[in-house]
C-alpha cells in the first residue's frame, strides 16, 4: 500500500514539474516575441525617421547666397559717410566710383560759372565722366546694389553714369541714395533706372550733408 502511495505522489510530482517547465518556455517565448516585435518596431520607426529627415533635406530650398553691394561716388566725402554706414549695416561691400580727372575743389564750386562743373552742367555732353573702373568683380553675386551720389542741380551727379551704362542689373534689387544739403532727390533714381534699363528700381533716399547711423538704420528698417 505503501508503495502504491509513493508511486503515485511521484507521477503527481513529475506533470507538476512538466507543467511549470511548459509554462516557463511560454512566457519565455512570449517575452522573446516582444522584445523581437519591439525591437522591430523600432528598426522601422528609425527607418521611417530617416526617410522622412531624407525627404525633408531633398525637399528644403536652398537658401539665397547673394550679396550686398554698395557703389558711391563722393566729391566732399558726405555720400562716402553714408555709403560707409550703410555697408556697415548690411554687411555689403563697397565700391568707389573714381573719375580719371578727379574733381578739385575748384572744380566743384558751382557758383563758378567758368568751373568744371558748372560747365558740364551747362553742356550735357561734357558730362561723359571717364571712370577708373566701371565693373565689379563678382558682380553675378549681388543681388542688392546700393547706389550713392550727391545731387547736382537735381539729378544725380554725372559720374555714376558711367557706372550705371556699363552694367547689367537683370535680376537685381537697386537702391538710390544720395547726399545733399538742401535739394531732395527730385527724379534722379528714376533717370537712372531709364537710364539702366534693367533692374528692380526702388524708391530712392536723401540723407542730408551731416548723416547719422541712426538715419541709415531708420531708412534700412523701412525697406525690409
Not at 566732399?76 to 549695416?89: D, K, M, R, S, V
Not at 571712370?131 to 558682380?139: E, M, N, P
Not at 539729378?155 to 552694367?167: K, L, T
Amino acid at each position: 500500500m505503501k508503495k502504491i502511495t509513493a508511486l503515485l505522489l511521484g507521477i503527481m510530482m513529475a506533470f507538476q514539474l512538466t507543467a511549470c517547465s511548459s509554462e516557463s518556455s511560454s512566457t519565455s517565448q512570449t517575452e522573446d516575441i516582444q522584445s523581437n516585435t519591439e525591437q522591430t518596431s523600432q528598426k522601422d520607426s528609425t527607418t521611417v525617421s530617416e526617410a522622412n529627415t531624407e525627404d525633408t533635406q531633398a525637399t528644403k530650398p536652398d537658401s539665397g547666397t547673394g550679396k550686398t553691394l554698395v557703389v558711391y561716388y563722393s566729391a566732399t566725402g558726405n555720400t562716402e559717410e553714408a555709403a560707409q554706414l550703410i555697408a556697415e549695416e548690411t554687411g555689403g561691400d563697397l565700391f568707389e566710383l573714381e573719375p580719371v580727372e578727379p574733381y578739385s575743389d575748384s572744380d566743384l564750386n558751382w557758383s563758378d560759372e567758368d568751373s568744371r562743373v558748372t560747365k558740364e552742367h551747362e553742356n550735357p555732353d561734357q558730362r561723359d565722366v571717364e571712370l577708373v573702373k566701371t565693373t565689379v568683380d563678382g558682380w553675378d553675386e549681388y543681388d542688392t546694389v546700393f547706389i550713392g551720389y550727391p545731387i547736382w542741380w537735381g539729378i544725380a551727379a554725372w559720374p555714376v553714369d558711367g557706372f550705371v551704362q556699363n552694367n547689367d542689373f537683370t535680376g537685381k534689387t537697386v537702391i538710390p541714395f544720395a547726399t545733399s544739403s538742401s535739394s531732395g532727390l527730385g527724379e534722379s533714381g528714376e533717370l537712372l533706372e531709364e537710364m539702366a534699363g534693367s533692374g528692380n528700381w526702388l524708391e530712392g533716399h536723401r540723407f542730408s550733408s551731416r548723416v547719422s547711423r541712426e538715419d541709415v538704420q531708420s531708412w534700412l528698417e523701412e525697406l525690409e
